[in-house]
């Protein structure tokens, strides 16, 4: 019986194998193989082509090989890993070929690039497109872009996600046969505008604000009395600067067939959005399909809690109908040095927190005995840690390390470290993160020439743990030329994917 070979695999399968691979892989080694993995490269038609991190040689050559009419998902970026390369990928690719083009991605992209690129396809193709125009880009009421937007959104897509830093998001004329079935927007969207939203995407169902300004000062709820609730919407996120509860009651009123609900901004610390019971007579009332409640509430304050007050807030989150009719569990916490107060659901859903050790903190939870501790962090992918502070906690405390990590998931971490590098502090990221994951890594670094020497050490240590990492972040005024060459020498022999040195 002869042995299967890779050489002699049905084209299916090969094709199998490619689904599973990113593009740099299957140019630069899969197609170099033999003559056979040649052709079958040059003719497989489902290339989801990812640009947002690759080199600059690799995005000619890819340019240069890959045929427009075989790929299916295209995701473009002028972030600072790779500016420029919407305008440049305008030039070297001819974007009217791809007909079977079903998913867009532009990262940063300008809006005379955006004229462009619309121009040249066929938008009503796609099924999802997403686009996050530039900051410094956003000049208000720019009306071309709001006739742009609009005429994308009549568009057959059924995911749309837009960012923008400018008014021009909240003149967009939404139509009434919308086939729009996700969408995110964000920034400073509007109550207003999120009403138009509800009222004319009858085949909306997920839908995602980021900074949404979740108040009624224009009187919009008053003057909207016909306005119809959003039957078919089951999920709603709320990410905000600042939430309030009369104004999330108003909003959510209109939305009464929800099944999952997430919420994370800043709150006051008398506002009724910090009370169990205000939230149980609510969704007993206008939420009775809500089966996922996720929300990470943050506030600053002046007073030094103590267990007891932390206990307070967490009491009315223990009732039956908390705990066992929807078993959602809750936990708040006091972070001393920085008077912050946190109260939110587990797992936590915030992707992005600032880390700091148990001893640092007060806190209190409904949560039983949990076995595995890192299924309340499964869902965050970026965290940021004084290391200087959590070690001399460890050391204060004579705090055992860990023995199992608790971020199993992270792909962005922020380092601070304030003079020389802290002891056994390595052994702790090692315990605490699974290293492996990292694309993201900053350092900001504050030290004097007395612990130069030990802090590149220890730098050099952890970028070959962390051998993973895409873009490397150095912060350091007084020493970044002299950081930066030791660095760049240590970081290009032990991270092989390192693409961007800041």
Known sequence: MSSASLYTLPIELVYHIFDNLDVQTIFFSFRNVCKRFYTIVDIYNRYELDLSSVSKSEFHRICRIIRPENVISLILSNNDMTPGQICLFISLFNIKQSVHLRALTLIEIEKFELNLLIEHININSLNALSIKIRK?????????????LSNIVMANLHKFDLSMWSQEINNIVWPKQCTLQYLTLGHYVPLKQVCEILRHLSHLRTLVLRNCIVNDTDGTMTSFSDIQTNTHLTSLTLKNRRLQMNELELLLSLTPSLVHLQLTGSVNLLDAILDGSRWE?????????????????????????????????????RTMF?????????????????????????????PCITYESDFDKIVCTTCTAIENDALIMNN??????????????????????????????????????????????????????????????????????????????????????????????????????????IVETRSYSSMPMLECLL
């Open 136 to 148: 410094n880009n956003s000049k208000s009421n720019d009306k071309s872009m709001i006739s742009l």
């Open 281 to 317: 007579e609510f969704i007993q009332i206008k939420l009775s399909s809500l089966e996922k409640f996720e929300f990470f509430f943050r506030t600053k304050t002046d007073i030094n809690h103590n267990p007891i007050d932390i206990e307070s807030w967490v009491s009315p989150f």
């Open 322 to 350: 908390w705990l066992k009719h929807k078993s959602w569990f809750v936990t708040c916490n006091f972070i001393i040095k920085t008077a912050t107060l946190r109260l939110y659901s587990v797992p936590i859903c915030d």
């Open 380 to 485: 965050v992918r970026e965290v940021h840690l004084d290391l200087t502070l959590m070690m001399a906690s460890i050391t204060a405390q004579k705090i055992t390390l860990r023995s199992h990590h608790l971020f199993l998931k992270l792909t962005d971490l922020t380092l601070t470290i304030n003079g020389e590098w802290p002891a056994d502090s390595m052994e702790f990221l090692s315990n605490l993160i699974d290293l492996t994951n990292l694309i993201t890594l900053g350092l900001y670094v504050d030290f004097d020439h007395c612990s130069v020497s030990n802090t590149i050490n220890n730098i050099g240590y952890l970028l070959k743990q962390t051998y993973n990492v895409r873009s490397l972040t150095l912060s350091n005024s007084h020493y970044r030329s002299n950081l930066n060459g």
